[in-house]
């Protein structure tokens, strides 16, 4: 069975996970291929038999651009049997409708899901970066790898039969109204608006602390950053992760982040001391 997965990860919670399935999978069934998205043709699933993506829970759903990369893979699937597909997410407490959502990007391009696995993984996005302890510190961790290895073991037997036989017990996917309603509010064309908004702040650029280091433009996930000589972003494919901001070392990319805070609540949360828009 030729096994293949891909996945998008910026601060190494989707990767730990990843790592650990394909592990499992190389194990199980011989050879798994692995790829960070940022290097994956969108048509690399044709060559595979079973295949597999990772993502981080972005504003409730799946990141742009694993959104892109569904959108632009060929169909799957053949002699009108759809290709068995598995999936992986980590987030910070609020994975919104990211199952749903995948599950129909997947189904719209002759995929089957045969199974999920979720689990948190700490939350480092710059507005709740200060938060003591962050949001699920520590993971994941090593509970979360084995259930992760468990989840890779159970796929390669349900793909087996998958392929073998066409039987398949589809998995309950979460979601509901709500769900997607939430999600909806975080479209990519309303990311785009509330950057333009300033609702999620624009990156500005302190020269005087920019170091012209470039680490910004290598961790990029569009590659929508240059130096001329100072940082400058391409804001119209923004996917809005604020990596840049995240790992910049001299703190040279700046955001204001008061309305985002005000608006999620997060002056007013337990063990905040006061509300000022600091």
């Known amino acids: 069975m030729r096994v293949c997965l891909v996945y998008f990860s910026q601060t190494g919670n989707t990767q730990k996970i990843a790592q650990a399935i394909q592990e499992q999978m190389a194990e199980a069934a011989g050879d798994c291929a692995m790829l960070r998205l940022e290097e994956a043709d969108p048509a690399i699933f044709s060559n595979y038999d079973l295949v597999g993506c990772g993502l981080p829970a972005f504003y409730f759903r799946e990141p742009i651009n694993v ?4 959108n632009d893979m060929p169909g799957q699937g053949t002699a009108g049997r759809p290709k068995p597909f598995f999936f992986f997410v980590t987030h910070g407490g609020t ?4 199952y749903s959502r995948i599950d129909r990007l997947a189904a719209s391009r002759g995929l089957e899901t045969l199974g999920f696995f979720q689990c948190l993984g700490v939350d480092t ?3 709740f970066a200060d938060r003591k302890p962050l949001t699920a510190q520590g993971h994941p961790d090593q509970k979360d790898l084995f259930q992760a290895r468990t989840f890779a073991k159970d796929i390669i037997h349900r793909a087996g039969v998958y392929l073998d036989r066409g039987e398949l017990k589809r998995p309950k996917i979460p979601g509901n109204w709500i769900s ?8 990519e064309r309303k990311i785009r608006l509330r950057m333009r908004q300033h609702l999620l702040p624009a990156k500005k650029i302190r020269q ?11 961790s990029c996930p569009q590659g929508i950053i240059s130096l001329n000589p100072y940082p400058v972003i391409d804001q119209s494919n923004c996917i809005a992760c604020y990596h840049c901001q995240r790992i910049c070392p001299a703190g040279a990319i700046e955001c204001d982040w008061r309305i985002f805070k005000l608006m999620t ?9 006061g509300t000022s828009l600091d």
């Open 67 to 70: 959104n892109h990369f569904f």
């Open 95 to 98: 994975p919104g409708d990211v």
């Open 125 to 127: 996005y710059p507005p």
């Open 180 to 187: 997607r309603t939430v999600a909806g509010l975080f479209s």
């Open 208 to 218: 005087n602390k920019c170091t012209l280091c470039g680490l910004c433009l290598e």
């Open 265 to 273: 609540g997060e002056y007013f949360r337990p063990g905040k001391k």
